[in-house]
């Protein structure tokens, strides 16, 4: 249960109100970026960020917030956090 409070606590941003979710992934986003241009990221994340933000959550972020949900340890709040998860997803591949 410990590993997976971890695990939440560093992406926890995703399983949020899709404001608070655009914040926190532009901030992502922008360090990634200017990490590229200035030579410290091997690849441009233009050319991955949208794909790899669906891949993040279907391979990461749903499954781990439907293991919080199982394990009960947030009470209600999880079926929240994953609902958050679920229609931030959605948004995403929307925009």
């Known amino acids: ?4 409070i971890m695990q939440a606590s560093d992406v926890s941003h995703t399983m949020q109100h899709w404001h608070v ?3 926190w992934n532009r901030k992502l986003f922008t ?3 200017q990490a590229w241009k200035t030579g410290r990221m091997s690849s441009d994340p233009t050319e991955f960020w949208y794909k790899g933000e ?3 959550f279907d391979n990461y972020v749903i499954p781990l ?3 919080l ?3 009960k340890v947030f009470g209600v ?3 929240e956090y994953l609902g958050y998860a679920l229609r931030n997803r959605a948004e995403w591949e929307e925009r």
């Open 69 to 71: 949900r199982e394990c």
């Open 65 to 67: 917030a439907k293991k």
């Open 31 to 33: 360090e990634m970026y």
């Open 77 to 79: 709040s999880s079926d």
């Open 54 to 56: 669906l891949g993040f």
């Open 21 to 23: 979710f655009i914040k």
């Open 1 to 4: 249960i410990m590993e997976h």
